[in-house]
């Protein structure tokens, strides 16, 4: 059934995609979108301030008219992942906390989770207080920033009919002996026209360079996204390649919130910067990919 439903999402929304234009005015703090200019500025900003990612071309017949042909994703390689999420994570429904409400009622849950307890605890990071170390404009965001994670923020749970099925989220045997195996990662970023909203893949490794297996992958995500809101796809640049991601149907309802907090809080937030909290809350989603550390910018 959730097979049958994933194939009739994606035939849908490859269809509306083929026939709807390409989003042109920009709708970014009213509803955390952002247009393919928009989001190219926000990959240039991201490459500038943290040199581990790179823009990728893809193949010439995958090519998106709607973006620059040499600017149709963005992709950082061999991000370490030396534990699985569910190391640091320790979920418990029954000691959620609202901790801040807004003037509509809305507000983040501190959960409870130990990999989270920081963001209880810490004020939103004022992305212009810190200068990059290369030489970067101040406005450059620390690495070490506490960005508020996407289970925090009060947004409402639906059954995403593209999301990997409940029974399909499986446990690998762990090895017996006590040697620490690392994996690691290729991270990409894709526009998803659909949703106009960043769309964030993983293609998982493990210690001998061998494509990591489905259920692997989902290791090292937090288990409430594995089973909810990853999908595998083929990647839409490049058709050799299938990977898990995060489907992006929250994206925008999270960025928005983000931003609005932050500016309630009396600080600035530009659409530059938009890929840079993206990652910082897609952290919650991978807690243990070690992406963040790569930046250059300094505290």
Known sequence: MYAIRNNIHKVYKGAAEAVLPA???SRF?????????EFVAAGDYLVRICPSWSWGAGQSSKAQGHLPKNKQFLITRNAPC?????????????AEELIETD??????????????????????????SHANQAGVS?????????IPDID???IEDEDDEAAVPRNGYLRAEEPEDHIVRIRTYDLLISYDKYYSVPKFWLVGYDESKQPLPTKQVLEDVSQEHARKTVTVETFPHDTAITAAAIHPCKHAVTMKKLSGMMEAGGKTFSVDQYLVLFLKFIASVVPTIQYDHTMSAGA
């Open 82 to 94: 030396h534990r699985r999420a569910e190391e640091v994570e320790g979920y418990d429904e029954a």
């Open 23 to 25: 989003r042109s005015k």
């Open 152 to 154: 925090d923020l009060a």
């Open 29 to 37: 703090t009213e509803e955390g979108v952002l247009t393919p200019e």
């Open 103 to 128: 003037a509509e009622g809305d507000g983040w849950v501190s959960t409870g989770q130990a990999s989270h307890q920081s963001t209880a605890n810490t004020s939103i990071p004022d992305l212009d």
């Open 138 to 146: 101040a406005d450059a965001v620390d690495a070490d920033d506490d």
